[in-house]
């Protein structure tokens, strides 16, 4: 029935498009034609997705290859750059979901293995993608007549750039599985310091490389520009989690579209003050959790049924903005980087969850959690291909390549590594069948596995 429903929605816009009804009703209706046809789609993919026991994220995504630009062309290039506001509004949700599950005291037995994991997995994986991104320098045409210092400093911005995760993936496949434990606690809380830390790195490595290619750089403005990305982020989204905590104390009712507002606000008000986005939401989120009782688990429930269409055509435009199409041209490069990438990743957090106090399934599967990539490192390649022409585009082309590939196949090993570790279906919250963003659980799953946990639900809702 899903896949009736598919052909017969790509059946309906593909006569649109051919009648050239799309290109005259105004970009406003075009983009709500659009948004439409993907939610719907992109849903109904989902559906066939859980049927084969995959996640459906990956359905999402696989949808939204089919219909974009690159795929079929049921979705003009015009009408994803259309939905824009979108992809901000949902990194803003995630944003502040992901720091809603942060509860501080709860991930505090864990602090030294998030620790451990950024320094080892994250920036450990980042010194070896630059040293084998410079070795390959011969193979990769954007760095092959640079001198040694410039290839090295543009090396490493891509290293840093790759080293990069998905909290969105991460956040979707964990509440599509209603998991819960010290594996998604512990990949959680990792793959949130991992961001930060990575848009430093990457602000300070992009500076070093300009001034390496372009011979001017001034240290002291580019201080003040991570300081301002970073800290004054992390300052708006403390302003913005205390007027949501006020707003939840005070009045308590239409929690969902005050959140909504809020996140408007910091997807297109923060991006034009050179703010961060993410961090700011992620900032905002944590203040509810630790500082509003209850506060954080009633705004993620009203959040529930709002961001459902939202996240699934967030997702399906990721995949619409995949470039598969420049995989062939980096393929050696990209395969190569992909499996050092993996390995560096999964030594790293071997060194780093070594030790008795560790619990055995963040042990042998806290690396997956770091493996997915997508909206971030995606925005990074676009910044690589504005900030050095002549280099960026072959560059981004590369970056794009390995996450189209991470993207696509990354969610399905998280999701088994989830369930090996059997802590799928034990999210205490009422199952509404939707991809709402939670993972609540007790204070007492953060540090060991209970001995008699409930019995799981199954991992995807028929």
């Known amino acids: 029935m899903e896949l009736l429903l598919v052909l017969l929605l790509g059946g309906l816009m593909h006569a649109v498009r051919t009648l050239g009804a799309a290109d005259n009703i105004g970009p406003t209706s075009a983009a709500g034609l659009a948004f439409g046809y993907l939610l719907l789609t992109a849903f109904f993919a989902g559906r066939m997705a859980a049927r084969l026991r995959l996640p459906r994220l990956t359905g999402y995504i696989v949808a939204g290859i089919a219909v974009g630009p690159l795929g079929l062309g049921l979705l003009s290039a015009n009408m994803t750059q259309d939905l824009r506001l ?19 005291r709860q991930i505090k037995p864990l602090r030294r293995v998030v620790w451990r994991m950024t320094v080892f997995a994250v920036l450990g994986t980042a010194v ?15 760095l ?69 290619l372009l011979g001017a750089v001034d240290p002291g403005q580019m201080a003040r520009d ?9 300052g708006a989204g403390v302003i913005a989690g205390a007027v949501l905590g006020l707003y939840l104390v005070r009045v308590g009712r239409g929690i969902d579209l005050f959140a909504l507002l809020i996140c408007c606000v910091i997807a297109e008000v923060g991006a034009r003050l050179h703010l961060d986005p993410w961090v700011v939401a992620l900032a905002a989120g944590v203040f509810v959790q630790n500082t509003t009782p209850g506060g954080a688990t009633r705004l993620i429930l009203d959040l529930e049924g709002a961001s459902l269409p939202i996240y699934v055509v967030f997702f399906a435009l990721a995949g ?29 957090s071997w060194v780093a969850t070594r030790g008795p106090e560790v619990p055995p399934a963040v042990q042998r599967y806290a690396y997956v959690g770091l493996l997915p990539q997508a909206g971030l490192v995606l925005a990074m390649a676009l910044v690589i291909e504005r900030t050095f022409p002549g280099i960026g585009e072959g560059a981004a082309a590369l970056v794009l390549g390995i996450v189209a590939v991470n993207e696509l196949l990354m969610p399905m090993a998280l999701k088994y590594a989830l369930t090996q570790a059997g802590e799928v279906g034990r999210a205490r919250r009422p199952d509404s069948g939707q991809i709402a963003l939670t993972t609540r659980a007790s204070p007492s799953s953060v540090a060991q596995t209970p001995a008699a946990a409930p019995p799981p639900s199954p991992a995807v809702p028929p």
């Open 226 to 234: 991570v300081a301002w990305q970073v800290l004054g982020s992390v």
């Open 320 to 348: 619409a903005g995949l470039q598969l199409g420049l995989l062939p041209a980096v393929a050696g490069p990209a395969l190569a980087l992909i499996t050092l990438r993996a390995l560096g990743i999964r030594l790293g």
């Open 128 to 142: 070896m993608l630059t040293l084998w991104t410079f070795a390959l320098r011969e193979w990769l045409p954007f």
């Open 144 to 212: 092959r007549d640079l001198n040694d210092l410039q290839a090295f400093s543009m090396a490493a911005v891509l290293g840093i750039t790759l080293s990069g995760q998905s909290p969105a993936v991460v956040m979707a496949l964990f509440s599509e599985t209603r998991a819960d434990g010290p594996l998604t606690r512990s990949v959680l809380a990792v793959v949130v310091a991992a961001d930060l830390v990575v848009i430093v790195l990457f602000g300070l490595a992009s500076a070093l490389a300009q001034a390496a």
């Open 86 to 104: 979108v992809s901000g509004l949902a990194v803003c949700l995630i944003a502040l979901t992901a720091g809603g599950e942060l509860d501080l």
